[in-house]
């Protein structure tokens, strides 16, 4: 489920014909009218390269085109890619919310179900005078190249030719795809030509630097390609012959349709033809794939070079001096800019279009970049920023195209610094904030409760809510009237009702957090009480503006991985026991320890806090809203929500949560808990009195009430669809540009 814009309604076409007296009646699909230049034997073309530029045809002439997209997934909430479970009304509202943005095309990386199609045609009939394109992208056989390290393996090829050979026909509405059982393919009937409104090709995925070595390697001889319409360049290596091939294939199957659009490979920063000198990895400068080593022979569509380039990713951006040359607008020193200024030169002859862009809005970081643009750590507001500025950059430098990463968040998604501590068939059916790969779309897809409960201080929200949808905590403590808890697909809810109105200056808030056997009894911050059970994760909310979660030593993840299981963290072990009294901050790693030979030279260890809990209100209605908001504390009422990975859950839909048990592996295990119980204190910052643990010592957390809920499934998962703050700061970038620069 989702909650949403009210859907508009879509008029379908009719064709009556009269057999035998009687009448019959067909949907027929609406007939592609786009303005287009024709060349030899009718073969028409809207989009073209010429020189450094793309054009477009329109109004009878070839203007100079500037590609303004976005991404799109294949996936929503509660969902993975390959069930392919977006309508056709999502798109035609999608494609309605993309337009309004001021976008211009829309990059999809594979064959989707025919209902895109089939929407965008529909859409496109009802905007003739404005329609949206889109880019079409061919998946390579990914699995099968890093597995074999192979490109000429005969399996390779026929699997790739057969995707390239799917992907035109589908695109021209002339072909049926049977479904296959595990294959996350798309299937069906394709009868919506789309191909009038493609803009171009491209073809493959982010290529492996050791995949690309080793095809060359084993495969020293190969011919140089001398295709139909494309070949290979002088000095090409035997992978760029490859895809030479793979371009020309492209081009061939889509002549039989009678058009022709421009091509390119897909390409990145670790296989860019450029130097890092910088870059302490040596597999993210070990190989290049070079665009400028295949050339278009017969296609005068043309062909063009299209780069993912993240302004974190690889680390030479935050670390290479020789990246940090150019000052940006505002006068600082830009690595991003300056590698645009050298990729967009070195390819001077040709265009190119940047087709991966962004930063995410998230909880979780998993790279550091410079002038702070991290791979998360954002809100919704500092992401549309960024992503603005980056969006500028690449327009002022004289590309094509700039296709911002991403349309909609994909909850399924995964991040090499989380996965390890969560569980990956389930990862669809819950919004964890920590994984920032989830995150990175300027529509945002929030948990269910984002429309009912804010965070801002009024208790107002929880009276809206069912008796069945929340829980009264009952607990007998000083200082507490009540606590109320709820939760939903992101996080776990709490309102606090405290006997009198509290002061930063002179309190500290505690809440404490049990789901399993261990953790700590005792702890500087309950100033000398013990508990009779042990918390695994601790709040302290401390001053005006800032609380943390952290995590009991013994059960920290980040230091069980990288300390005992990895020896890469220096720890002392004594953190590891239990009980050890020890609260430490919530950390992710952001790069690991990279030493010679694997690296050029050694670069440390960095890990970086993610538990700090911002202040502030999450309604979006409020002039102060902030998406990563996490608690406001008004009058005597405490709101709070916290992500459930920061509280230890590996899948709170099941109620797994990580075990403490050394599995002897760099593996953890799961286990399934009751709940999570709640044991809440207070803390005079004068007296250090501790308020709400009155009574015996050890204080009998054991009868406190669990917070329990029921075990949820994907037809269980609800979700709120809403533009973020990020859509509209990308809009007003967007609305400015209508032209490439030219040179």
């Known amino acids: 489920m989702k909650k949403l814009l009210k859907n508009g309604f879509i008029r379908l076409g009719l064709v009556v014909v009269v057999v035998g007296g009687a009448v019959a009646y067909w949907l027929m699909p609406p007939i592609a009218k ?34 303004k997209g976005v991404n799109m997934g294949a996936a929503v909430p509660g969902h993975f890619p390959g069930e392919l479970e977006i309508s056709k009304d999502d798109y035609m509202r999608w494609f309605e919310m993309i337009q309004e943005m001021g976008a211009n095309v829309i990059r999809v990386y594979t064959v989707l179900k025919p209902e895109f199609y089939e929407a965008l045609v529909r859409y496109n009939a009802k905007h003739r005078d ?55 393919k798309a299937s069906g009937s394709y009868v919506f030509n789309a191909g009038p409104y493609l803009m171009s090709w491209i073809v493959g995925t982010e290529w492996d630097p050791v995949m ?44 039989e349709h009678g058009w022709q659009h421009p091509i390119a490979f897909s390409n990145w920063v670790t296989t860019d033809p450029l130097e890092h000198p910088g870059e302490p990895l040596v597999a993210e400068d070990m190989v290049s794939v070079d665009p400028t080593h295949i050339a278009a022979v017969d296609w005068d569509a043309g062909y063009f070079a299209s780069y993912h380039v993240y302004p974190y990713y690889p680390d030479f951006f935050t670390f290479d001096k020789s990246f940090q040359t150019m000052k940006n607008d505002k006068g600082e020193a830009d690595s991003y800019k300056t590698y645009l200024h050298k990729l967009k030169e070195y390819h001077n002859e040709m265009p190119i279009m940047i087709t991966e862009f962004g930063v995410p809005a998230s909880q979780g970081i998993a790279h550091t970049g410079m002038l702070g643009r991290d791979q998360g750590g954002h809100d919704d507001k500092e992401q549309g920023e960024m992503d603005a500025d980056m969006f500028r950059q690449i327009h002022q430098e004289g590309y094509s195209g700039a296709i911002l990463f991403t349309w909609q968040d994909e909850w399924f998604k995964k991040t090499w610094n989380t996965m390890h501590y969560d569980v990956p068939d389930r990862r669809a059916y819950w919004y964890n904030t920590l994984t920032n790969e989830s995150h990175f779309g300027v529509l945002g897809m929030y948990p269910s409760k984002d429309d009912t409960i804010h965070i801002d201080g009024d208790a107002s929200d929880w009276d809206k809510l069912d008796n069945g949808d929340k829980t009264k905590l009952e607990l007998q403590s000083e200082g507490f009237n009540e606590i109320w808890a709820t939760h939903d697909e992101g996080y776990l809810y709490l309102l606090v009702n405290f006997s009198e109105s509290l002061e930063f200056s002179n309190h500290s808030i505690y809440l404490g957090f049990d789901t399993l056997k261990g953790g700590n009894r005792h ?48 720890f002392d072990p004594k953190e590891l026991q239990d009980d050890s009294g020890l609260f430490k901050p919530w950390k992710l790693v952001v790069n690991y320890l990279l030493e010679h030979p694997d690296a050029r030279f050694d670069h440390p260890f960095g890990d970086i806090d993610v538990g700090d809990l911002r202040r502030g209100t999450s309604n979006p209605q409020d002039p102060n809203y902030n998406s990563k908001a996490m608690w406001q504390v008004k009058g005597n009422t405490l709101e709070i929500r916290i992500p ?83 859509y509209y700061t990308m809009q007003k970038a967007m609305r400015e540009v209508n032209q490439p620069v030219t040179e």
């Open 34 to 67: 786009v303005e287009s230049a024709e060349i030899g034997n009718g073969v028409k073309v809207k989009f073209k390269t010429n020189g450094t530029q793309i054009e477009q045809f329109q109004n009878q002439s070839w203007n100079p085109y500037f590609a």
């Open 130 to 184: 404005n329609p949206l394109f889109f880019i079409q992208g061919v998946w390579s056989p990914e699995e099968q190249l890093i597995e074999g390290q192979n490109a000429f393996d005969p399996k390779v090829k026929q699997k790739f030719e057969k995707e390239i050979q799917e992907a035109v026909e589908a695109v021209y509405g002339n072909i049926d795809l049977e479904a296959e059982e595990h294959s996350g």
């Open 212 to 255: 690309v070595v080793k095809t060359n390697k084993n495969n020293p001889d190969v011919a140089d390609y001398k295709g139909e319409h494309f070949q290979s360049q002088p000095g090409a290596s035997p992978f760029e012959k490859w895809l030479a091939e793979m371009v020309d294939i492209t081009a061939a199957t889509e002549a």
């Open 523 to 570: 702890a500087p911050q309950l100033q000398g009480k013990t508990l009779d059970e042990g918390l695994e994760t601790l709040i302290e909310l401390g001053d005006e503006d800032e609380g943390r979660m952290m995590i009991a030593s013994n059960y920290d993840f980040h230091t069980r991985y990288y300390g005992h299981l990895s020896k890469i963290l220096a």
């Open 644 to 726: 459930w990975m920061l509280l230890g859950f590996s899948d709170p839909s099941s109620l797994s949560a990580i075990s403490y048990t050394d599995t002897g592996t760099k593996e953890f295990e799961s286990v399934k808990v009751e709940g999570v119980r709640l044991v809440p204190w207070i803390v005079s910052k004068d007296s250090q009195k501790v308020i709400g643990l009155e009574g015996s010592d050890p204080y009998p957390v054991s009868k406190l009430p669990f917070y329990a809920w029921d075990r949820w499934e994907d037809v269980d998962v609800d979700y709120v669809e809403r533009p973020k703050q990020s």
